[in-house]
């Protein structure tokens, strides 16, 4: 039997430079170490990882963890044994869930005196509201969609589930506001909330999805289509990248995804059994 492909333990890339600029624990502005708990493949760390980088000039470290095997180190900052997971400072402050820090990351160093430091506008609640609206179509809809097109087996259903992905893509596609300065959901050339929630799935949709079920997310949307303004803005995005392994890495990973592997990990076992994500 041929040796079966397992997820990587390590960053590759643009990612595996960033790790290395981020091994030492420094105090932030508040006197506080941050350190990230994270996986390379994981896209939940992405979210934060991204926030991160964005926000600009955050002191953190990056740790390596493998949340499967749920060492002491992770369990101590996050009891369910999920990356991410963040430690704040040394009193025995830590989160864990991605938009929940993402939140507070935002809190703790936007910056009101700079211009576009902000994930979300403080000035325009019905904007702010607009984007908690296409993050939840994201989180309620899109992923548990990817997860169940990734996972299927039945070419019939591959079929199927394909389908329903890209109607989701699609109805997120919708949501954007028109490009005005720039491609991002906003219309703008800065990153933001919306932006950060969906990016690690788009890529894992282009490279995992691409290798896997042959989804050509290029021939679905074009170039100059909202999607592709969007896309390409992300792509070019110095946090997207600097957070980004090479597609290598992504492929190998999500082999027990895509052979729906039984005991790959909670969000496989979500899917499988119906229940929401973890
Ligand atoms: N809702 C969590 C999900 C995090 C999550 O599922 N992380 C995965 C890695 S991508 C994990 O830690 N899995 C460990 C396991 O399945 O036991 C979040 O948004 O942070």
Same mark, same amino acid.
């Given at each position: 039997?041929?040796? !079966? ?65 749920? =060492? /002491? ?6 009891? /369910? #044994?999920?990356? =991410?997971?963040? /430690?704040?400072? !040394?009193?025995?402050?830590?989160? #864990? ?67 329903? +992905? ?5 109805? +997120? ?16 050339? !800065?990153? #933001? ?16 999805? #691409?290798?896997?079920?042959?989804? !050509? ?14 896309? /390409? ?46």
């Amino acid at each position: 039997m041929s040796k !079966q492909i397992n997820y990587r333990t390590e960053c590759t890339g643009e990612a595996l430079k960033t790790v290395n600029a981020h091994k030492e624990a420094k105090s932030d502005q508040y006197g506080e170490a941050l350190t990230l708990y994270g996986s390379n493949f994981c896209p939940f760390v992405q979210r934060v990882w991204i926030a991160l980088e964005r926000l600009g000039g955050v002191e953190y470290r990056y740790v390596e963890i493998d949340p499967y095997k749920k =060492p /002491k180190e992770l369990l101590d900052v996050n009891p /369910k #044994g999920l990356v =991410p997971a963040l /430690k704040i400072g !040394q009193d025995g402050k830590c989160l #864990g869930e991605s938009t929940v820090i993402l939140d507070y990351l935002e809190d703790r160093y936007g910056n009101a005196k700079e211009k576009n430091s902000y994930l979300q506008p403080r000035e325009d609640p019905y904007l702010r509201a607009r984007q908690r609206l296409a993050a939840d179509h994201i989180n309620r809809k899109l992923l548990p969609a990817f997860y169940r097109y990734l996972q299927a087996q039945e070419p019939k259903d591959q079929v199927q589930l394909g389908q329903e +992905f890209v109607e989701e893509l699609k109805a +997120f596609e919708k949501s954007m506001l028109p490009a005005k300065n720039g491609g991002f959901w906003d219309g703008s050339d !800065q990153l #933001g909330f919306v932006d950060i929630q969906v990016a690690p799935w788009i890529l894992r949709a282009d490279n995992v999805l #691409g290798h896997y079920r042959g989804l !050509q997310l290029d021939k679905v949307f074009n170039e100059s289509s909202r999607f592709g303004q969007f896309k /390409k803005a992300l792509y070019n995005d110095p946090s997207f990248k600097a957070t980004t392994s090479t597609d290598d890495l992504y492929v190998d990973s999500y082999a027990r995804y895509a052979e729906n592997r039984p005991g790959t990990s909670q969000v496989a076992d979500a899917i499988n059994s119906g229940r929401g994500l973890p």
